[in-house]
């Protein structure tokens, strides 16, 4: 079975850009669940899509937006870069957002 | 604020020995428990899940869960060199659609 799937692996981008990351659930998952991560905040919910609606958001800017298609794979962007926008940004896919999650292997995004 | 604290650690056990991570968690209503492990430069990858009051083991890993006291703990028997890593617990929200994640302790495990 093959598992989660992000696509790119590395971002370079400058202040003021926008981004636009991508994510591949497990087949049979319909919830995805994206993360910021960076070393000094740890795992950051950014928000969980299922069946194409927004279930929950969490407190990121509006800068922060995703969506998800009719076969469950998911996008977010980040519009306006900033430096501090720099870290790890995971995807997770469940049947249910509050069952057991699986990343992916994530898009290290830096901003210079 | 609902939240998942972990000891930050590090901890260093020597191979052969039982590391004991620990978690506790406000939300009440959290239903749902899990333990990733990270590599360094790695995603977290899921290795427990726990749902009701008492243990459940797993090869080396046992997880235990006790909501009256709202603590996770994580056991690791015989740790060997390759546990050495982030281990993250994390707590369900009670049907809000998200898990929340503690920042996670690090595990060294010395040969």
């Known amino acids: 079975k093959a598992g989660v799937t992000q696509t790119p692996r590395y971002l370079i981008k400058t202040r003021g850009q926008q981004v636009t990351l991508s994510c591949s659930p497990i087949?049979?998952?319909?919830?995805v669940s994206w993360y910021q991560q960076t070393p000094g905040q740890g795992l950051q919910f950014l928000f969980e899509y299922f069946s194409e609606t927004q279930r929950n958001k969490g407190n990121f800017p509006g800068r922060f937006s995703g969506r998800q298609f009719s076969n469950s794979r998911s996008e977010m962007n980040v519009s306006t870069l900033e430096l501090g926008d720099s870290a790890l940004y995971l995807c997770?896919?469940?049947?249910?957002?509050?069952?057991?999650?699986?990343f992916g292997p994530g898009t290290r995004l830096t901003v210079l | 604020q609902k939240e998942v604290e972990q000891n930050s650690g590090p901890l260093s056990v020597p191979e052969g020995a039982i590391a004991s991570l620990n978690c506790t968690y406000s939300d009440r209503g959290s239903q749902s428990f899990f333990w990733y492990r990270q590599y360094s430069g790695k995603s977290p990858e899921l290795i427990m899940s726990i749902y009701s009051n008492g243990d459940k083991e797993d090869g080396r890993f046992t997880a235990q869960l006790n909501k009256a006291s709202q603590y996770v703990s994580l056991l690791i028997r015989d740790s060997q060199p390759s546990d050495s890593a982030t281990y993250l617990c994390?707590?369900?929200?009670?049907?809000?659609?998200?898990?929340?994640f503690g920042k996670g302790t690090l595990l060294t495990v010395n040969p």
């Open positions: 994390a707590a369900d929200g009670g049907s809000n659609y998200k898990l929340t």
């Open positions: 997770a896919s469940s049947r249910q957002a509050d069952n057991e999650q699986f």
């Open positions: 087949s049979g998952h319909r919830s």
